[in-house]
């Protein structure tokens, strides 16, 4: 990585660097004069680049050029363009794997009787269908206050499905909910249903795990006189309960760390999802367990999990999901290259190659050793890899379907939403972190300032050991927890 005070090229066979600030015609950067007017976070080009040739970052191609392009001119939309199409074939070409540094360090956590370890002792209150969704609201706001101090929150978690869903669609939304109630921040789960619905509730409890019965209650509000007083009696249960539970010092092998990124710009690749990087080494390092998922922001990229695969078979099931993510697309119409996102263009991405080489940053440098399919839960520490799209709700609410006790989301443009697990939201940029500080959890743009990569880690591996040990996080303190379902199917 080369850095001065107007660009940092990361990779020496890089065409282009980012601008680190905003750069004008006749500036000086990089050994070279700049040609027109290039926001902070977009690229530069660092020499002649012909028209059809590929152009790397990150070491990689991340598209073609569509014009000749200069040495000094901006490189974006107008001049670039992704060069990914269809289906690829692939080959198992593993690499040696990297030894990684784990984390010593320790957290105070509730460990369930299955052996996992929750960040929260929390009452959540879940719905089977849509139509119940305000009722278990309600509950939860009344519960909230009945018994504050009890427990770490009575929180609703709720979503505008299961009713009129077919098939697998149905399965999905009814297995969600169930790795949902099974999630070790709960320290005690309540399941409002209707009574008519396609996601009946009895089934739906068939399909619990590791639900202990005294942290368990349900009902269907058709068959109830008075729902609310019935759901806070339920939720009465379930804090006597819960109210046992004590937090004891727990390894970092312990932690389940959910990886995402959302609403990124062009420094997202340099700052946030790299420093993140380092924490799920830390945390894989350890023994612990790093989730990664938005499979349709790895396209670009996946050869580079591939190689870390474990095994062949780790290596089928990355095929499998990137395979069956780009024919999802195809069935739909619809380019698999549509990402990025306007606010991803504006902040200086460019194609989706770029977006993906950045995103899998994140991932750090251990090995995957787990491909999820979507509902699925981590079982094996390490890296895992989760299917599930881009949307944030949707993939960060399958994150902790999988396991994740605590969410890191890095963001260049921010967002106020939060999700079931805690979740830390980390600033690609000073900017964003000094406009957004009810949003932002931790800065990382102090290293495009020149803070080392190892400093910021610490400082953020101490954030998120504080997050799990009970701090809240910007969202939480917010009141920001929601979820959201994959819809896939037919509705009826």
């Not at 504006?346 to 080489?357: F, H, N, P, Q, V």
């Amino acid at each position: 990585m080369t850095q001065d005070a107007a660009i940092l090229r990361i990779d020496p066979r890089d065409d282009v660097a980012t601008a680190l600030v905003a750069l004008a015609p006749g500036d000086s950067a990089g050994g070279v004069t700049v040609r027109g007017e290039i926001p902070a976070g977009h690229k530069l080009a660092l020499r002649a680049i012909a028209k059809g040739a590929p152009v790397l970052k990150y070491g990689w191609p991340i598209g073609r050029a569509t014009a000749d392009i200069a040495a000094g001119d901006h490189v974006h939309s107008h001049n670039l363009a992704t060069a990914l199409q269809g289906l690829e074939d692939y080959a198992y070409a593993p690499q040696a794997p990297e030894p990684l540094a784990g984390s010593d360090a320790s957290f105070l956590g509730y460990r369930r009787t299955d052996g996992r370890v929750g960040t929260r002792n929390e009452i959540w209150i879940l719905c089977t269908v849509g139509c119940v969704a305000r009722t278990a609201q309600r509950i939860a706001e009344a519960a909230a206050k009945r018994f504050a101090g009890r427990v770490d929150g009575v929180i609703a978690l709720t979503h505008p499905f299961g009713c009129s869903q077919l098939g697998d669609d149905l399965s999905a939304t009814r297995k969600m909910i169930a790795q949902l109630a099974g999630h070790p921040n709960a320290g005690g789960v309540l399941i409002v249903g209707l009574g008519c619905e396609s996601n009946q509730l009895g089934p739906l409890l068939e399909t619990l795990e590791g639900v202990a019965p005294e942290r368990l209650r349900a009902f269907s509000a058709q068959m109830s006189e008075d729902e609310l007083e019935e759901g806070l009696a339920c939720v009465e249960a379930l804090v006597a309960v819960a109210e046992q539970d004590r937090r004891e010092p727990c390894p970092v092998s312990d932690l389940v760390i959910g990886l995402k990124c959302g609403g990124s710009d062009g420094f997202s690749g340099l700052t946030a999802n790299p420093l993140v990087g380092r924490i799920a080494d830390k945390v894989a390092g350890a023994g612990g367990t790093a989730i990664l998922t938005e499979i349709p922001e790895i396209f670009g990229a996946e050869r580079l999990l591939m190689a870390r695969a474990t095994d062949a078979a780790v290596f089928d099931g990355v095929v499998k999901v990137v395979d069956d993510f780009r024919r999802y697309f195809i069935a739909h119409g619809e380019p698999i290259s549509e990402n990025p996102s306007p606010g991803n263009i504006a902040g200086g991405i460019t194609t989706l190659e770029e977006k993906s080489l950045g995103a899998v940053q994140k991932a750090g440098r251990g090995q995957v050793t787990e491909v999820l399919r979507y509902g699925d839960r981590a079982t094996c520490p390490g890296v895992v890899l989760l299917e599930a799209p881009g949307n944030d709700a949707v993939s960060s609410t399958a994150l902790t379907a999988a396991g994740a006790t605590v969410i890191l989301f890095t963001t260049g443009r921010g967002t106020p939403l939060g999700f079931p697990a805690p979740t830390l939201k980390i600033a690609t940029n000073s900017g964003l972190a000094q406009r957004k500080p009810r949003w932002i959890d931790f800065d990382a743009g102090t290293i495009a300032a020149g803070q080392s990569m190892d400093t910021a880690a610490d400082a953020l591996m101490r954030v998120v050991l504080a997050a799990a040990s009970g701090r809240q996080t910007r969202a939480e303190e917010n009141g920001e927890r929601e979820i959201a379902i994959w819809k896939r199917g037919v509705t009826l």
